[in-house]
């Protein structure tokens, strides 16, 4: 897997391309939370589930289908109020592309099983052909070592640089406002 900071950092940089009507503290720390939130999948070590289960790590919860879920389940529980308009639709949308860029992430690195994005109709575990991040050790322990340097500079150049300048990209363009409004 990548690291909780490169999850976190992309949905951050895909935040950006947002109004700033949408963008808020609260829909930033969502958009983290749902980049992080597959990675829950790892307390089934704890209770015996196998890696490659339904349930194990980079399973179901790295999903597609788990992706919308979670985006359309953030959006109704934060922003009821927003459901039933366009604004509700965009925030699906942000919150689904956050928890999916997770597995995207992950499929990616150098080790695991693969990612499971088809999961509950298929549970084949894939991986990119290209696949230049470092991946992250599980558990605080083992991240605080030689290994999540490691892996912390091979995020900051397949994550980091691609997301700064994807930021200031969309930062030079709603300065200079060359995409149209959609009011």
Known sequence: ????????????????????????????????????????????????IAYQDFWGHRGFSHSLVFALLLGILITIIFYSKKLNSKTGILLIFYFTICTASHGILDAMTSGGLGIAFFSPFDDTR?????????????????????????????ELIWIGIPAGIYILAVRYVKKHKILPSSK
Do not use: N, Q
């Open 1 to 48: 897997m990548a690291s909780i900071f490169g999850h976190a950092l992309t949905a951050f940089a895909i935040g950006k391309g947002f109004t700033k009507e949408i963008i808020t503290w609260k829909f930033c720390i969502l958009g983290i939370v749902c980049s992080i939130l597959p990675d829950v999948d790892v307390v089934g070590f704890k209770f015996a």
């Open 126 to 154: 894939y991986f990119f052909p290209w696949r230049p991040i470092k991946v992250s050790p599980i558990g605080a322990g083992k991240f605080f070592s030689i290994w999540g340097i490691k892996v912390l500079l091979s």
